[in-house]
């Protein structure tokens, strides 16, 4: 069985932003929905085979002009000049830039260590540091995590899942950077 998360603004990792009673539960990341048809949709995040993987990280995506994108942060089509960071887009690209300017709003921040962040999300996040609260739990052996990426990378230990593999030997990898450290030992070859 593969559990698997989708990259968009739908994280699962943020709290609902309202009062709305949620009486459909994931019974896989404890998510809830105000509607069932929403839990529906949300349940194929943890089940469906037809998700894209990176060949150079841990992300997956629901279709190819996703992966596409995102693999332009790999490519480094789209990096900022002043701090090297690689973005999927020039629109996430000139975003970026404006955080460099100090002219990028960052209204979100952390009650405990006063970071500030630009998305709600984020901060959500980055709350868990603090908290220690890990939602996200392995139906397997019920060890728990508090992001929902984590709980993936965990789950090949029982799937045995080993989706990264290696262009000049062809070993395989439960993840990406065991990988690009045993590409080290082929001489002359990059990750």
């Known amino acids: ?9 739908n994280n699962v990792n943020e709290p609902p932003r309202d009062d709305k009673p949620r009486p459909y539960l994931c019974t896989v990341c404890d998510k809830r929905f105000t509607v069932k048809s929403c839990l529906n949709v949300h349940r194929r995040r943890h089940t469906d085979e037809n998700w894209y993987s990176c060949t150079q990280c841990e992300k997956r995506y629901r279709n190819q002009s996703s992966l596409g994108s995102h693999m ?5 089509k789209y990096k900022c000049s002043e701090c090297g960071k690689c973005l999927r887009s020039n629109r996430d690209l000139v975003r970026h830039k404006l955080s460099h300017s100090g002219q990028r709003p960052r209204p979100f921040e952390c009650s405990v260590c ?19 609260e890990k939602p996200f739990k ?7 995590f508090s992001q929902s990426g984590h709980l993936n990378m965990h789950v090949r230990v029982h799937t045995g899942e080993k989706p990264y593999q290696c262009r000049v030997c062809n070993k395989t990898f439960s993840r990406s950077g065991h990988l690009n450290k045993h590409m080290k030992s082929h001489p002359g070859k990059k990750p």
């Open 114 to 132: 006063s970071k500030r962040f630009t998305k709600s999300s984020n901060l959500a996040v980055h709350s868990r540091l603090h908290s220690g």
């Open 72 to 76: 332009n942060v790999h490519s480094e």
């Open 1 to 9: 069985m593969k559990i698997k998360t989708e990259a968009h603004s």
């Open 138 to 144: 392995c139906h397997v052996c019920d060890k728990a």
